[in-house]
């Protein structure tokens, strides 16, 4: 039972690193490797709001989600959008966003250097014991993933309940026949792109409650987030869900009842065999 | 073998003799330079040879390369190192095998990622067989191979996966993953073995980039897991590929060269923004120079033939 | 006021009559060159202990003139380059430093790893290299293969040694069991440090209930935890890297690991962990240690703050700062920039340094601290090789 709770609040923790790169890979088509780095922005504002003023993270979100959406909505609209247009071919697009989400990656650490400075940043917030079930468990994480259940159930909602969520999900599926029957395709891209990063951003500022970062720690993040979408199957929110679920119970249940040690090991061994069985994910459509 | 071909090969085997030379300017800058070129160029170009024709983007270049690594630090003390550099290139090659092998079925950018969790897997292995099992001592290379005979190894590595592409151009092999790479559905229906060609090209980056990774082990004297299993090494790889461009034997030098001398330039003269700037960096060439620099080249290698012309 | 005794104690390490501001005119520069990294993995730590303890005594040799020579004084000029925290960066960058910059000395990098990929370079050169931030149990073979290698931090078995002293000694005393339990994050340092410990621990008669690593990154590290208080132990030892050292305090606090002793190893030092923690660390045992109460230390942990706007951390903040006033003596003594000269200087020589006297012998300064606790709110030096003003260990008492 403990394992399960424990097991599932780290599944939380990873479908917030995961969802935003979901929305941003699986509509946009942009494979976004700088997509860690904006997570460990959102945790820096969280950091800096904490610190200068005592105001609670959860409060910041209100500021850091439009902030990220605006920025990363500027970052496909201006820097990404082009490199659509010119992309002949779908590898192409690939190869291109690769290069560019890359050298983008630097200059976001680049940036947090220079402002920030590269020691670790950690504070204290509601780190105190919760006790689910007779077991204790931080507050924190009980709160992040309660948040991030909140986050993917909306967007769930959202993207099958709502017109515009339809033409995401349509563009997700297929932006060529999107285009065709009325849908604004590079419109709709960028919306998925700037909420993508959103929904990232918010993500590092409810991580940053329990976990200790520094200007360098994006990369982790990204190679986090590109095994989860890629295992739960590009462009479908179900996916990451039971992805990091999965992630989040094979982890706790290896170091629990084998050893601590072959954690890491044990969810990429997890993520392999899926991909060996189910090479399109576990919710990814076979494409033609 | 035509004209054509021996001209080529009288002017690689000029180009690697004249770098061999690099060592005798007595810089060890520039030696220390050379290192880094060679090393990328070796690691690059047998990507290449197996990404270029096929576009499939591996990422799993540092776990091959930490794999070499680990062979040498873990030998070092029981077996002589010419030994060891056998089992590193052998052992690199079984487990491209593997890896090959299993992921068959995938394509794009689920092998991009599959790439990506393996090499991490490895190197998650490894870190907990040496913990659990491994000398407490740590895992020291101490030898007496200086840079010099580095790079000259480095020099004689780029040489053998120049000599393999070319022999691999010019076989049925390379005709094939020609063909698989165009259209794998043509292919198969030609008879070819897509399955086989394509791990056998697999086995050969593998193998070389474990190769590179034990000629280097000495380099770093002392190993640890997050030095030899590098992620950033994968990328840095693929990333100078590209740069270059994966179609041609030579594409991914033409990117080497030009990337470690920017990267040098600007580690040189903004110790405090050198990450900010390599980054710009990046982003400038992606929009400047869309096709690689192979690209270019060869576009204006048209341009001035249409204008002679 | 502090700068007045910053002054006082160099001017006692060096010659007299430095202490004249603009007295004598700089004759000369000497070049210092530095490389660690600003980004990458290790930049959280070299941002803390590194970086900042090299502005500081530049700042500080510049302001009263530069350093004495017997041409005139010489003021510093730095050249500082970023590592990436990539080992070939490292190499390159002291290529660099020493064939293009043409520096006078080098400062060494930061981590064990770097400090030995690049000694050779050192070596090659004739730079002396007084390594800080590296802790090895093979120092006897690598200063005889590298004649210009310094250590100053320790050996990795001492280390481990010292831990198990202070558990031994706890339960002698009979205030705690002999039940410990130890993790160790699987990187180089904490596997060799956990490697070394097994022996030590099983010959001083402790009892080892958990013993079990976990990755780099870990995100979760409560199963950790959780696992470890069902062994039911009487301390708790993990030899840990700067963010697990805080995520298993954390989760220790949440799960109220009640245990007399907690130990855990890098960072535990850092004002950061203090900062974040505040008094339910009272009581936590750490790697490394100072003390912070001597003249000297407080006059450099002020300066620090004034110069840096930072605060030092509890170990290897003055011993970077150390190393750097061995060199700035060295160089005073022999009286000009001969790199030789300066080499044998620093082996033949007796240092005064914000640690106390540093004296190598053959290369390694075998008197350093190991191990070290917070005590209401600062970090004290509880265990050492040999240094004077060791505070006696607390029991630890809850996390509150």
Known sequence: MDILITGLLLGGTYSLIAMGLNLQYGVARIMNLANGEMLVIGAFAAFWVFTAGQISPILSIV??????????????????????????????????SILATFGLAFV?????????????????????????????????????????????????????????????RAVAVNPESSGLVGINVSRVSAFAFGLGGAVTAVGGTLISTFLTMDASIGVLFTMKALIIVIMGGVGDVRGVIVASLILGLAETAVASLIDPGLTLAAAYFMFILILLFRPQGLFGRRSS | ???????????????????????????????????????????????????????????????????????????IDTLPYPVLLLIAFVAGGVAAGLVGLATLRLSGVYFVIFTLGLAEMIRQLVTWVQNNWGSHRGLYVLTDITEEIIYWELLAAAALVYLVGWWINRSRLGFALRIIGNDEV??????????????????????????????????????????????????????????????????????????????????????????????VAFLLIVYVIPNGILGRLEQLYRAAREGAG | ???????????????????????????????????APKTGPLAGGSTVTHWPNIKLWVEQVNARGGLQLKSGKAKLELVEYDDQTNPGEAIKNIQRMATQDKVDFIIAPYGTAFNLA??????????????????????????????????????????????????????????????????????????????????????????????KSYPLGTQD??????????????????????????????????????????????????????????????????????????????????????????????????????????????????????????????????????????????????????VGQWQNGKYYGVASTGRPGEKPVQLKSGWN
């Open chain 1, 63 to 96: 500021v850091v989600a439009p902030l990220a959406f605006l920025l990363n909505w500027l970052i496909y609209r201006f820097m990404l959008l082009p490199l659509v247009r010119r992309a002949k071919s779908a590898g192409q697009l690939e190869v291109d």
């Open chain 1, 108 to 168: 976001f650490v680049g940036i947090m250097i220079a402002t920030f400075g590269g020691e670790y940043f950690t504070y204290s917030y509601l780190a105190e014991p919760f006790v689910i079930l007779g077991e204790t468990y931080a507050l924190n994480r009980v709160v992040a993933f309660v948040l991030a259940a909140i986050m993917c159930g909306l967007l769930y909602l959202w993207l099958n309940k709502s017109r515009p969520g339809m033409a995401v």
């Open chain 2, 1 to 75: 073998m035509n004209g054509n071909e021996l001209r080529n090969i009288l002017l690689a085997a000029a180009g690697l003799g004249l770098a061999a030379l690099l060592p005798l300017t007595g810089s060890g800058y520039l030696l220390s330079l050379g290192v880094t070129v060679a090393m990328y160029t070796v690691l690059a170009t047998s990507w290449a040879l197996f990404s270029g024709p096929t576009h499939y983007i591996s990422l799993a270049t540092g776990a091959f390369y930490g794999l070499g690594t680990y062979v040498v630090a873990v030998g």
């Open chain 2, 186 to 279: 043509v292919a198969a229906h030609c008879g070819i073995n897509t399955a086989r060609s394509k791990v056998l090209l697999f086995m050969v980056s593998g193998s070389v980039a474990a190769l590179v990774g034990g000629l280097l082990a000495p380099r770093w004297t002392y190993i640890e897991p997050a030095i030899a299993f590098s992620a950033m090494l994968s990328f840095q790889v693929v990333i100078m590929a590209l740069l270059g461009g994966a179609s041609r034997l030579w594409g991914p030098l033409v990117g080497v060269i030009p990337f470690t001398l920017l990267w040098e330039v600007i580690s040189g003269h903004f110790p405090n923004q050198t990450t900010l700037l390599l980054g």
């Open chain 3, 1 to 35: 006021m502090k700068r007045r005794t910053i002054l006082k104690l160099a001017a006692a390490t060096a010659l007299a009559g430095t202490m004249a501001f603009g007295g004598a005119q700089a004759a000369d520069t000497i070049k210092i060159g530095a490389s």
């Open chain 3, 118 to 211: 690049t000694a050779p370079i050192f070596d090659k050169y004739g730079y002396p290299q007084i390594a800080v931030s590296a802790i090895s149990d093979q120092i006897p073979e690598l200063t005889k293969r590298y004649p210009r290698l310094f250590f100053t931090l320790g050996t990795t078995t001492a280390f481990a040694q010292a831990v198990a002293d202070i558990l031994v000694q706890m339960k002698n005393d009979g205030k705690i069991g002999s039940k410990v339990a130890m993790v160790n994050v699987a990187d180089a340092f904490g596997i060799e440090l956990a490697a070394a410990a097994r022996p030590i621990f099983k010959k001083a008669g402790l009892d080892v209930v958990y013993d």
């Open chain 3, 221 to 370: 590290l409560s199963p950790i935890v959780k696992g470890a208080k069902a062994s039911n132990p009487d301390s708790f030892v993990a030899w840990s890297y700067p963010p697990d050292t805080f995520g298993l305090t954390q989760q220790a606090i949440i799960q109220n690991l009640d245990v007399k002793a907690f130990y855990t190893a890098v960072a535990t030092c850092f004002p950061a962990y203090g900062g974040k923690f505040g008094s339910k660390v009272n009581g936590n045992l750490g790697a490394g240690g100072i003390n912070p109460d001597t003249p000297a230390m407080q006059a450099y942990a002020a300066a620090h703050k004034k110069i840096t706007g930072k605060d030092a951390d509890g170990w290897a903040s003055a011993t970077t700062y150390a190393s750097l006033e061995i060199l700035e003596q060295a160089i005073e003594g022999v009286g000009s920039a001969d790199r030789d000269a300066v080499t044998d200087y620093i082996k033949n020589n007796t240092f005064k340094t914000v640690m106390g006297d540093v004296t190598f012998k053959n290369q390694n300064n075998d008197v350093f601290w190991t």
